[in-house]
């Protein structure tokens, strides 16, 4: 219970067993251990442990303590540094998933737009990215070629729609004459 080696805050000689940490550890049945605790002089949080030691046939405890918030400062220091590459690497994937949903979801968007103009009779479908190579751009180059038939078709049926309007209308002019 006597302190052999003196630090600022204890005096060579002077017999502890009070002390927090001192009076745990010569009460201990653990070989080693550590303690939490609150000086009484100075109201200080510190961290402490002991472990035996045997020199020389002699039995000693070795003490460390240490204030609590130097004992943590490296612990501290690196939750903030772990919580910045958190938030960075979250950043960084919310990022990149906004941009990825653009580049799937815009060909898509696009794609509904040119069906709503087909829809409406404007078969004058273009597309900002066909020279896309994957699926979708594969998509967009079929719709493009459907838009093309269907407007071949378009004019085909309105060419003989334009027939048979002419054919009905000179039946109709006719029919007096036959009458």
Not at 31 to 45: R, V, W
Not at 78 to 107: D, E, H, M, N
Not at 150 to 160: A, F, G, K, N, P
Request: net charge neutral; hydrophobic share 45%; proline share 2%.
């Amino acid at each position: 219970g006597a302190i052999l080696t003196a630090t600022p805050q204890r005096q060579a000689g002077t017999r502890l067993e009070e002390h927090s940490l001192i009076g745990t550890a010569i009460r201990s049945s653990a070989s080693a251990g550590s303690l939490h605790f609150i000086d009484s002089t100075s109201q200080k949080a510190y961290v402490g442990s002991w472990a035996p030691a045997g020199i020389g046939g002699r039995f000693y405890w070795v003490l460390v303590e240490q204030l609590q918030e130097e004992a943590y400062a490296a612990q501290e220091k690196i939750k903030r540094k772990a919580l910045f590459v958190l938030i960075l690497v979250t950043s960084a994937a919310c990022f990149v998933a906004y941009f990825s949903a653009q580049w799937v979801s815009g060909p898509i968007l696009n794609l509904t737009r040119a069906a709503g103009d087909i829809a409406q009779g404007n078969f004058n479908v273009r597309f900002l990215d066909e020279g896309r190579r994957d699926e979708l751009g594969q998509l967009q180059r079929t719709f493009t070629e459907m838009a093309v038939k269907l407007r071949q078709y378009s004019e085909i049926q309105v060419e003989q729609l334009l027939a048979e309007k002419t054919k009905m209308e000179a039946t109709v002019a006719s029919m007096q004459e036959g009458i």
